[in-house]
């Protein structure tokens, strides 16, 4: 069950990734539903912010971008995530669909996002992966610390090959 906080209390974005097949399009509610499914499973605290997302009652993540860049809201950020264990209560978790490979679109829309996090909200200065906070965890399959340092531009190891699809 997620609880509530104020947005000063929050200090970090954390990256995740889905761990899906990388291109595969998978959606915001899917992964509500899977984290339905855990057992126990994720509970939104739905008093919290009641209008937000009101289909979207176990999600643990803030965000979720879709394989075509969108921007899926997911819990509100005035309430705690279940996405980084030891780190909820003062983290926003953002999830992108996919593995280790993922679209421009959703390249463009996580520095897009973050930089709107940070800029939101002052006491919000680091970005992690899951990875960096949990050395069991390979998500989000790729360093954030050097794609920061690189100017958020995007690992072209890491970039899904869509032209493929196109002949
Ligand atoms: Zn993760």
Known sequence: MG???KL???????????????????????????????????????????KHQPGLTHIGY?????????IRPGRPLQESGAHASGYNANSIGICLIGRDKFSAEQWH????????LITQIPTCTKVFGHRDLN????CPGFS????????????FNHMLDTEVNHG
């Open 8 to 50: 000063t209390n929050i200090t970090a974005v954390v990256i995740h990734c889905a761990d899906t097949p990388n291109g595969r399009a998978n959606t915001v509610e899917d992964i509500n539903r899977w984290h339905g499914e855990r057992q126990p499973p994720f509970t939104r605290d739905m008093s919290i912010a009641p």
């Open 109 to 116: 829309a996580l520095h897009e996002l973050v930089a709107n």
């Open 135 to 138: 050395p069991g965890k390979t």
């Open 62 to 70: 803030h965000f979720v971008i879709e394989v075509d860049g969108a």
């Open 3 to 5: 609880t509530r906080r």
């Open 144 to 155: 954030v610390a050097d794609w920061i340092h690189n100017d958020y531009i995007p690992d």
